[in-house]
């Protein structure tokens, strides 16, 4: 059975006015000696791509995606079979699945447990025939109402010991797929009043919950990478995941911080108050940028609108640093995405699909120039060329004192700056754009 209403979708590159074509993506073609498609490593998200059906806040569900089907394990066998017909017509070679996406809980976790080991044996047959693979696999502690108060922050323990099972669990499942990383994204992990929370407590026990996890991966031999997105509010007013600095702080003070690296999302970045490029720069900086979920938000909107990345400024400057970061490794670009409401037919998630895939493979063509022509590289090499003299290296190789440098401001009689020249450096990363 076909479940999607188009057919493979090829490259016939920039000229081409087939809105069911990639014009950008092209992913044999060699860039900085890689594939394009190694160097995006595209994944499909389960929960946006094949459970989403548009219901908002002020609406019934829009888009039709329960195939016609009630029996729970009929309609999840479904969405393997649509799911893997979708990635295969895209090309995309990954994907991304919460454990409750891919099938409905039971009436208890045993029962739930047994459906997740006869749905990833479904899938696995699939993966086996197509060779998609898992980039990585989750938990949902985040929608069912036993988690109002957070799972590994929650105040009642039973949910605590309800989270941590449903997260073994995740993991059995995400080896088994052989999922090459495993991410923690804090559904309710935070709060919404100081007035009945105990923060030190709920830090602590999540802490401890993470070591709990690296634990029994190390214990079952599952060698895939665990990664914390960060996103600063929603659904809760405060997320202990805030951003990549505040979750570096909480690793690093539980001695957390060899076991995670990040796995960025543009839309959180955003409501954080930071751009897209700042976390995946705080991330590579700090040698944590594990993987990305390529999405975009809304200016006027102030929350996580998970939309289809079209902006080409952002993805541009986005691979300046996944680029930089030597690539994603085991990473990937997720697309955390959905399409509009109002886009309930089927084309509409290809052109989608393709809208996403399409502006990251031309960010990375971009990028791959800057980068080649040092363009901002050299401007900054410059900018601090300040710190190659004999006393500013001394402070690069921590080797001054205070006394010192007194006694170069005293003698210094001249301090003399010199433009950032930020206009100039906008317009030529513009001009790179036009011209690519
Ligand atoms: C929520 C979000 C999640 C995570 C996985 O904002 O981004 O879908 O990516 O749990
Ligand atoms: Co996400």
Known sequence: ????????????????????????????????????????RFAMSYWHTLCANGTDMFGEGSIERSFYLDDPIEYAKAKVDAGFEFMQKLGIEYFCFHDRDIIAEGKNLEETNKRLDIISDYILEKMKKTNIKCLWGTANLFNNKRFVHGAATSCNLDVYAYAAAQVKKALEITKKLGGENYVFWGGREGYETLLNTDTALELDNFAYFLKMAKDYANEIGFKGQFLIEPKPKEPTKHQYDFDTQTVLSFLRKYNLEKDFKMNIEANHATLAGHTFNHELNMARI??????????????????????????????TLAMIEVIKNGGLHSGGLNFDAKVRRSSFEDEDLAYAYIAGMDTFAKGLRIASKLINDKVFDNFVKERYKSFESPLGLKIKNKNTSFKELEAYALANKNIKNESGHQEMLEAILNQYIYNE
């Open 286 to 315: 700090n040698g944590v940028l594990g993987s990305i979920d390529a999405n975009q938000g809304d200016m006027l909107l102030g929350w996580d609108t998970d939309q289809f990345p079209t902006n080409i400024y952002d993805a």
């Open 1 to 40: 059975m076909e479940y999607f209403k188009f057919g493979k979708i090829k490259y016939e590159g920039k000229d081409s006015k087939n809105p069911l074509s990639f014009k950008e993506y092209n992913k044999d073609e060699v860039i900085l000696g890689k594939k394009m498609s190694e160097h995006l």
